[in-house]
């Protein structure tokens, strides 16, 4: 069919080329050309329709369009950003293979050419859990030469620890050693972590379009789904207050408060195992403290973010910016501004050690006093700051059987370090200041790492020592609404039965009901010799184990370094004394019951 010039968009010219091109293409050419127009048709910014042809590039070798992305994620951060990265590379017309490291078979990682690493770094430079497997593969023996890959790694860490990004760092070191090259240069990320993700995802798309043999610079999508009003970490819901009780009883050391806060409005929704991000506010009498030892005006305006927001010198240090930690790299950024000698100093090679005795309890007021400030205006003395992270709190309600709201179990962090009174920024505005119908900044973050066994009936056994009891308290209001069948059993601890006995009446209810149906606990400070809920699983590592074997799903929750670490170490005795296994199978036991999601942690 010939292109008539009086009825098409086409000058004679351009009509007589696609007359002569259009005859000779197959049914899939002309399938795959409709599709290339319509994936590359632009709008210019006049408004007009702009189409951008590809130019191939002669190559020798024929680089693959599919991209395998990994993800090694223990909160859920670094999973939405793969999640993020899927979409914009299929919306770029890339086939994506997506993947948690623990799901993905090994042995395929020989035939990818394309290979984005998306991973976390937990605890002290430790890899998530479900890296840990990967993890171990790829640093080890069996691990294949990758000399026709194509790599890149996006890092996610917290600079205010030790080994920063180190999990990242790793993967993409050793991808290298292994014959990888990489597409694009490992971004790390601190907890603010959006736009250098952005960037990194731009840098990788626009250096696969190259390989492609493209002039185009593919741009990334947004974080889907598309929608102006959808609140999420970037736009936070005010979320009104309903509830704030303090759980524990008079005269106890410790301070735990249950806030309710209310969803309506806002279509955010959640399963148990989530948690809810809060963006607090800096104590304002600290702030005051801080602006009484700088030189600038607190009414001064700044700028607070890369979009050109403004702000008052002392509204900024108390909403925007982090003043409470002191990270590596602020302390370099500010050496390098203020020119201090002592500063320098300290951060000499060989100093390691004492510069992580220094950050260690101190603030950014500790820093001022002892270094002065830096810049020469509030503006270039805030930007060097970190933004204000988010807090993130396991939830403690199900949806199902409390429409509209959430519950979070907070514990008040107090403590002196280094001469003065210090308090956790969330926390304690959360117990001394945030009252019934104020309103905080939330969003929720979706954890698919930490979920109930699909199956109700299936038996679980969940370890929550002080605050970790949260999320079983969503567990087992979940298995209740779902009528689930399956047996349930609940190791809790604290310090005093009196005073500290989180939920009581609600355990005590759901024990009679048999919606749980076995519970032990451990007040460690009841007694003359120290009880744990370790201590507690020992008792009963018979009937434990028979659970075990029965198919239980095991779930830990609160801290690592000690609890969770602990906790550990006493389920591969367990297995190995009951099962009567080596310590090696014990262990592999235990590995194999992570492998398959019957093993899960949300340790902090």
Known sequence: MQLQVSN??????QAELLNNLLPSLTETQKVWLSGFLAATLTVSDTGTADVRVMEAQSSGKTISKEVTILYGSQTGNAQGLADNAKRTLEGNGYQVTISSMSDYKVNNLKKVQNLLIVVSTHGEGDPPDNALSFHEFLHGRRASRLEDLRFSVLALGDSSYEFFCETGKQFDRRLEELGGTRLFPRTDCDLDYDEPAAEWLEGVITSLSEEQGSKVTAVPTTAAPVNAHAYSRTNPFKAEVLENINLNGRGSNKET???ELSLEGSGLTFEPGDSLGIYPQNDAVLVDMLLKELNWESEEVVKVNKQGDLRKFRESLISDFEITVLTKSLLEQAAQL??????????SPGNEEKLKEYREGRDLLDFVLDFGSWGESAQEFISILRKMPARLYSIANSLSAYPDEVHLTIGAVRYESHGRER???????????????DTLPVYIQHNQNFKQPKNPDTPIIMVGPGTGIAPFRSFIQEREEMNGKGKTWLFFGDQHFVTDF??????????KTGV??????????????????QHRMQEQSRELYEWLQ?????????????MAHDVHNTL??????????SHADAQAYLDEMQQNKRYQRDVY
Not at 502 to 511: G, I, R
Request: with cysteine.
């Open 338 to 347: 203020s020119g201090n000698e002592d500063l320098k100093a300290l951060l």
């Open 423 to 437: 308090k956790g920024v969330c926390s304690i505005l959360c117990a001394d200041s945030i009252l019934q119908g």
């Open 8 to 13: 098409s968009p086409f000058n004679h010219e």
């Open 516 to 533: 749980l149906s076995k519970m032990d606990v451990a007040f460690s400070r009841d007694t003359d010799e120290k009880v744990y809920v």
């Open 502 to 511: 989180l939920y009581q009446t609600e355990w005590q209810k759901w024990l």
């Open 257 to 259: 408060h249950h806030l």
């Open 572 to 581: 591969i005795e367990i297995i190995e004394k009951e099962g009567q296994m």
């Open 550 to 562: 029965e198919g239980a799903a095991l779930y830990i929750c609160g801290d690592e370094k000690n």
